[in-house]
């Protein structure tokens, strides 16, 4: 029902790209933030300088050898860094027995995004989108500015976690512009690059400024503008509706409206009070969905689960490989800007793919690609006996990429799978597993002395992910549901009955439904049907 009412009031004019813009533009920022460790993590070049050789210069050790030594048990000695480059390791010292510390720093960012996963999805459903995705855009900043100033890694591995979680509560809530999007340009919308735009941007900024802390505190400074979206941004018409909040979902509705330059419908209100009824009684008063409600039965059960564990996969390939730049031969800097300069590039055959093949197959496509791009690596090191070549960077760049195209159409997949009431929280699920992954990420690397077992491990889950995929229900041309099956199944028993709404179905020209069925809108009182919505549920 509210897909037609939307539809009613423009469905993709000046709003709506509005929306999209404010919101998803911050996705920049956020995508600086979350990969800021594949800088902060690189080791410099260092030296372990005896008691009495504290006074040497970087410079002297750069053109003689001589004061080198290997710190052991019986050697007194210090470690010096090379100024040029700042990072996380040169600052706390990570390096031979403290080199655990570093990938355990980004796996408990990444902790912290698992975390921001959970409470943002179910905060998303219970106090509402905007609430949430501000608080988190605020949080951010503050956190990235406050990090900057740690006095030892704990402290900083404590704001990792907090940051983590304002990214976590973030990436749940990306899905929000979509609820105002319409079905034909719900693909364009969550496909665009902002996230590579903002990695792009880190990739200059860390080749220009070579301080971890300087890079922090940029990015807490870019972060505070989107607050200000705040005041012009309003809350989701589509939760609105599904909480009963009329009054308040009437004024969205005519701030669309005067956006557009459209009319709302006369039966708008109407449509509105029904949703809300709809779902009160289905809930039986005051009764909140939960984490529960996307596992509850069979159909219900096994979609979850496929998406979740292809998040989990795609999460940790795309993370191992970006937080793993710097094992690959060549110059940090290059790999890491050519990585996502060419991910930006996939940006228009993902978009025509997703158009033209559908989310399901696209998803599954790059996996597959993905897969045998790893496989090739694991060829050239059994051919080459050698870890870091030109061709394993290439083809590891290709799996990187590739990964992320896949993971742009399962975001899409993922959002359209479930409806309005549940949204947030099976993409809450999903992000949680993506950030279990992502926890996992930094250590990939770190197995195998020849990087044997990190491209098994990758391959390995490319595969299972895609063959999961093809098991999903293709979403491509259908209109997002707002209300669980058993609700609309209860809702059209009642209808039929009723006088008041009249759904009609026909062959002819009109709105394509799920399963080629076509549905029009009632001639008397113009109300929208709830034809493609009962479809839409009823064939997860």
């Not at 009329?246 to 669309?256: M, N, S, T, Y």
């Not at 008063?285 to 496929?306: A, N, V």
């Amino acid at each position: 029902m509210l897909e037609d009412l939307i539809e009613s009031v423009g469905s993709s004019g000046k709003f709506q790209w509005m929306v999209v813009f404010l919101i998803m533009s911050s996705k920049m920022v956020f995508g600086m933030s979350m990969l800021i460790m594949s800088y902060g993590g690189m080791i410099p070049d260092w030296w372990c300088i005896s008691k009495d050789d504290e006074t040497v210069s970087i410079d002297s050790m750069n053109s003689s050898s001589i004061y080198y030594q290997t710190c052991n048990a019986t050697s007194v000695c210090s470690r010096r860094y090379e100024s040029y480059t700042v990072t996380v390791v040169s600052k706390f010292d990570l390096v031979c027995d403290n080199a655990w510390i570093k990938p355990t720093v980004t796996s408990i960012q990444m902790g912290g995004v698992l975390v921001g996963a959970f409470i943002g999805g179910q905060s998303g459903d219970t106090f509402g989108r905007k609430k949430t995705i501000y608080a988190a855009i605020l949080l951010h900043s503050i956190f990235n500015i406050i990090a900057a100033f740690s006095v030892n890694w704990q402290m900083f591995a404590a704001f990792r976690f907090l940051i983590g979680g304002s990214l976590g509560t973030y990436l749940v809530l990306v899905v929000y512009p979509l609820e105002f999007i319409g079905l034909k340009r719900r693909a364009l919308a969550s496909s665009l690059p902002f996230w590579t735009i903002g990695v792009l941007f880190l990739a200059l900024a860390t080749y220009l400024i070579h301080d971890w802390k300087t890079l922090h505190i940029l990015i807490g400074a870019l972060t505070f503008p989107f607050v200000l979206g705040w005041f012009v941004v309003p809350e989701s018409l589509r939760w609105l509706a599904t909480k009963g909040k009329i009054e308040e979902a009437k004024v969205v509705l005519d701030k669309i409206a005067r956006f557009n330059g459209t009319k709302v419908p006369d039966n708008a209100e109407a449509i509105l009070r029904k949703v809300a009824e709809i779902e009160r009684q289905s809930n039986e008063g005051e009764k909140k969905y939960t984490y529960i409600d996307i596992y509850r039965g069979f159909p219900m059960i096994k979609k979850s689960l496929c998406l979740n564990y292809i998040w989990f996969s795609c999460s940790a390939i795309y993370y191992g490989f970006s937080f793993g730049v710097s094992n690959f031969s060549g110059n940090f800097y290059l790999n890491f800007f050519l990585m996502n300069v060419i991910e930006l590039s996939a940006f228009v055959p993902v978009i025509y793919l997703l158009g033209k093949i559908g989310r399901r197959y696209t998803c599954v496509f790059a996996l597959f690609l993905a897969a045998s791009s790893c496989i090739a690596a694991l060829i050239a090191q059994e051919v080459n006996d050698v870890s870091k070549s030109p061709f394993i960077t290439g083809v590891s760049l290709l799996a990187k990429i590739l990964t992320g195209g896949s993971w742009v159409a399962l975001i899409l997949l993922t959002n359209e799978s479930y409806p309005t009431v549940i949204r947030y929280l099976g993409y809450g699920a999903s992000n949680t597993m993506a950030r279990i992954g992502g926890i996992l990420a930094p250590f990939i690397f770190s197995l195998g002395s020849h990087r044997i077992i990190p491209y098994v491990i990758m391959a390995v889950l490319m595969v299972t992910s895609g063959i999961c995929g093809l098991t999903l229900q293709e979403t491509k041309d259908l209109a997002m549901a707002d209300l669980i099956e058993n609700d609309v199944e209860m809702d059209i028993k009642e209808t039929e009955k009723s006088s008041v709404y009249k759904i009609s179905r026909s062959n002819s020209n009109g709105i394509a439904s799920h399963g080629g069925e076509k549905n029009t809108i009632s001639e008397d009182l113009k109300a929208p049907t709830v034809v493609r919505d009962i479809e839409y549920n009823t064939q997860m």
